[in-house]
C-alpha cells in the first residue's frame, strides 16, 4: 500500500493514464460488481487485461456480468455485512487468479430521508444501521481482508503491494 500523491502529476492526467494503462496480469476485487460503477470499473479493467473477482449480493446481475465479462471474471455472491462472507470471497478470487492486486469497494446504499418522519419524531435506527453495515462495515471489511491478502505480494519499486479504492 502506499501513496503516489508524493510525485507531482497535473490534474488530470493521472486519470487518464489509469484509463489507458495496461494491466494484464492483475487481479481486482470489486464489491457491488454486478452492477453500476462496479460493472463500469470491472468493464474497464478486463478491457485492460486485467482479471476481476465480482462480489456482490445479487446473482443474477453478478452471473450475467461473469458471462458478458468472459474468462477473466468470476462472480462471488457476497454479503458485506458478513465478514466471513469477504473473506471467502476474497479468498474464491485469489484461488482462482492467483493473486490479488488491488480492492474496489463499491458496494453502497443511500437513502434520501429527512432527520424526523411525518409525525414529527425521530426516525428509528434499523434503517440507519443496515446503511452503515453495508456503507461503514462493508468498506472496512472489504479494505482489511483485501489488505491482508495484498501484504502477501512482494512491494514494487516503490514499496506498494497493491491499492484499495473506496467509492
Same mark, same amino acid.
Given at each position: 500500500?502506499? &501513496?503516489?500523491? &508524493?510525485?507531482?502529476?497535473?490534474?488530470?492526467?493521472?486519470?487518464?493514464?489509469?484509463?489507458?494503462?495496461?494491466?494484464?496480469?492483475?487481479?481486482?476485487? #470489486?464489491?457491488?460488481?454486478? @452492477?453500476?460503477?462496479?460493472?463500469?470499473?470491472?468493464?474497464?479493467? $478486463?478491457?485492460?487485461?486485467? @482479471? $476481476?473477482?465480482?462480489?456482490?449480493?445479487?446473482?443474477?446481475?453478478?452471473?450475467?456480468?461473469?458471462?458478458?465479462?468472459?474468462?477473466?471474471?468470476? !462472480? $462471488?455472491?457476497?454479503?458485506?455485512?458478513? +465478514?466471513? @462472507?469477504?473473506?471467502?470471497? /476474497?479468498?474464491?478470487?485469489?484461488?482462482?487468479? +492467483?493473486?490479488?492486486?488491488?480492492? #474496489?469497494?463499491?458496494?453502497? #446504499?443511500? &437513502?434520501?430521508?429527512?432527520? /424526523?418522519?411525518?409525525?414529527?419524531?425521530?426516525?428509528?435506527?434499523? !434503517? !440507519?444501521?443496515?446503511?452503515? +453495515? /453495508?456503507?461503514?462495515?462493508?468498506? !472496512?471489511?472489504? &479494505? @482489511?481482508?483485501?489488505?491482508?491478502?495484498?501484504? +502477501?505480494?512482494?512491494?514494487?519499486?516503490?514499496?506498494?503491494?497493491?491499492?484499495? /479504492?473506496?467509492?
Amino acid at each position: 500500500f502506499g &501513496s503516489s500523491r &508524493s510525485r507531482f502529476q497535473l490534474p488530470g492526467t493521472r486519470l487518464l493514464g489509469a484509463m489507458a494503462a495496461d494491466r494484464t496480469g492483475r487481479t481486482y476485487f #470489486i464489491t457491488g460488481g454486478a @452492477s453500476g460503477l462496479g460493472l463500469a470499473t470491472a468493464r474497464l479493467l $478486463v478491457s485492460q487485461g486485467a @482479471s $476481476v473477482a465480482l462480489g456482490d449480493k445479487n446473482a443474477e446481475d453478478g452471473k450475467r456480468a461473469e458471462q458478458e465479462l468472459g474468462p477473466r471474471c468470476l !462472480f $462471488v455472491e457476497l454479503d458485506v455485512t458478513d +465478514k466471513a @462472507s469477504v473473506r471467502a470471497a /476474497i479468498r474464491a478470487a485469489v484461488d482462482r487468479f +492467483k493473486t490479488l492486486n488491488g480492492v #474496489i469497494n463499491c458496494a453502497g #446504499i443511500g &437513502s434520501a430521508f429527512t432527520t /424526523i418522519d411525518k409525525k414529527l419524531e425521530p426516525h428509528n435506527d434499523r !434503517f !440507519f444501521d443496515f446503511v452503515c +453495515k /453495508i456503507n461503514l462495515y462493508g468498506t !472496512f471489511y472489504g &479494505s @482489511s481482508e483485501g489488505a491482508a491478502e495484498m501484504a +502477501k505480494l512482494p512491494a514494487d519499486a516503490e514499496g506498494n503491494r497493491g491499492g484499495i /479504492i473506496n467509492v
